[in-house]
């Protein structure tokens, strides 16, 4: 197998002899790596194979198939491992990352409301990419809901970012730097979003709070000098006692 003639920029030319070499191997496993917890050019590879799949060198279903299954099974390993460690994991060491418990079941019930949505939306970002099946895991999402969302994430994440390098093709270079350059702007978006999110959150627990600290105040009443009065301490047993 031969790299296209279009040359390749950045990491797509780094990644190149490791395809011409090894093909959907390749693929599947800097892909499956990419999507359990360790920091591997995952989603470059995808798209020089369908760069390598537009000039004819690749058949594209294939990549795409393997692209996807490689992702699922990734973000499963994930999950296990955050379902069978990260608990512990949070409890020895999360104190030295500022996770505390109180976070940790914010987090729960963050994850709880809207796991599938981050699960599904989460491989578009690096570094949620690489972590969302662990903090789904640690979190205790159930399986049989996570894994839904896991299977429609690599499915999307494949198809999107497979048929932009199939499609680029010859323009990839030009594409290419731009798609990254979109990317970044979609990550601090989807950063403001999440902050604006979470700063929500914060003031409606220190709502309630206030709320429940006002609601438990004391009523004033008038005072005696045993404390406040009741309806029949201000004079004899049937009300104030009349002057004689």
């Not at 003639?5 to 790596?33: E, Q």
């Not at 512990?88 to 729960?108: C, I, N, Q, S």
């Not at 989807?190 to 206030?210: E, K």
Request: a positive charge; hydrophobic letters at 45%; glycine letters at 14%.
């Amino acid at each position: 197998m031969s790299a296209p003639a279009t040359p390749l920029p950045g990491a797509l030319a780094g990644l190149a002899p490791l395809l011409d070499h090894y093909g959907y191997l390749a693929v599947a496993l800097l892909v499956l790596l990419d999507n359990c917890g360790i920091p591997v050019p995952g989603q470059t590879i995808l798209v020089l194979a369908s760069v390598y799949a537009g000039a004819g060198h690749l058949d594209f279903a294939a990549v795409l198939l393997t692209a996807a299954g490689a992702a699922a099974v990734g973000n499963s390993l994930g999950y296990l491992i955050g379902h069978t460690g990260g608990r512990a994991f949070v409890h020895r060491w999360g104190r030295y990352v500022l996770l505390t418990p109180a976070r940790m079941e914010r987090a729960d019930g963050f994850f709880a409301r809207h796991g599938g949505k981050v699960v599904t939306v989460a491989r578009f970002v690096d570094g949620l990419r690489q972590y969302n099946g662990i903090i789904a895991g640690t979190t205790e999402m159930p399986w049989r809901r996570f894994q839904p969302f896991n299977l429609l994430g690599a499915a999307l994440w494949t198809a999107v970012w497979g048929t932009f390098g199939y499609v680029a093709g010859a323009h990839i270079g030009t594409v290419y730097h731009t798609a990254l350059r979109y990317q970044v702007w979609f990550a601090v978006a989807l950063g403001v979003l999440v902050a604006a999110f979470l700063l929500r959150q914060v003031l409606r627990y220190r709502r309630r709070r206030r709320a429940g600290t006002d609601a438990d105040a004391p009523v004033d009443g008038p005072q005696g000098p045993d404390g406040p009065q009741g309806p029949d301490d201000a004079g004899g047993p049937d009300g104030p006692e009349a002057p004689s």
